[in-house]
């Protein structure tokens, strides 16, 4: 099984990279690749862009990419109770492709952290509600809020319930790949 893992932030010092990258390594028995926005750096979309000079090859590049994997593992912060713009271009820009639903009909983990005590709850209620539409099968959510006491570089998760519901979510969405 191929793990694609992303945060929808373009943040070098994502706290969201880092939930996702600690994700990943539940899935270590798996190929994992972790990819970062940065990495991806596309126009706000236009449609005259678009006429112009076609879908920019970053957003194609970043399709093939899900459409090479099995799971999506995906952690996104909350800017404004939505998704950060740079990860909304994203998703527009790949909904332009023909016939393309944007997670292409993969499985998803979906996840979210703040430092706030709500741990992107309204983004997650967005994505939860769309990404069906847009070809994602969301297996399961998870938020984790106030970041910075709730996670440890090294550790991991390291509040207790917080990580005990991570796990157990962890293991429901292998049981799909069993
Ligand atoms: C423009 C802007 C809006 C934000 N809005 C919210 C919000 O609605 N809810 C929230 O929990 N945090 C909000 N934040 C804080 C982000 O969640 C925080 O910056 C977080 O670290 C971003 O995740 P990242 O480090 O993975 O990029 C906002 C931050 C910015 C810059």
Redesign the pocket.
């Known amino acids: 099984m191929k793990i694609l893992a992303f ?5 070098t ?7 996702v990258t600690f994700a990943s390594t539940f899935f270590s028995e798996n190929e994992v690749e972790i990819l970062d926005l940065n990495d991806y750096e596309m126009p706000i979309y236009k449609r005259e862009i678009e006429l112009e000079a076609g879908i920019p090859q970053s957003a194609k590049d970043f399709a093939a990419k899900i459409d090479a994997s099995d799971l999506i593992l995906l ?8 998704f ?1 713009a740079v990860f909304k271009n994203l998703m527009d820009w790949m909904s332009r492709i023909k016939g393309r639903k944007i997670f292409g009909e993969k499985s998803m983990f979906l996840m ?12 997650l209620e967005i994505a939860q509600k769309r990404f069906p539409f847009d070809g994602a099968q969301v297996l399961e959510v998870f938020s984790l ?1 106030k ?1 910075r006491e709730s996670f440890e570089e090294g550790k991991g998760i390291i509040d207790e319930e917080k990580k005990a519901e991570f796990e157990e979510k962890v293991a429901v969405v292998k049981t799909h790949f069993a």
Do not use: Y
């Not at 010092?13 to 939930?19: R, T, Y």
């Open positions: 945060a929808g932030s373009n943040s010092v994502s706290i969201n990279k880092k939930l952690s996104t912060p909350e800017n404004n109770g939505n950060p979210a952290t703040s430092d706030g005590a709500r741990g992107g709850a309204s983004v809020p970041f």
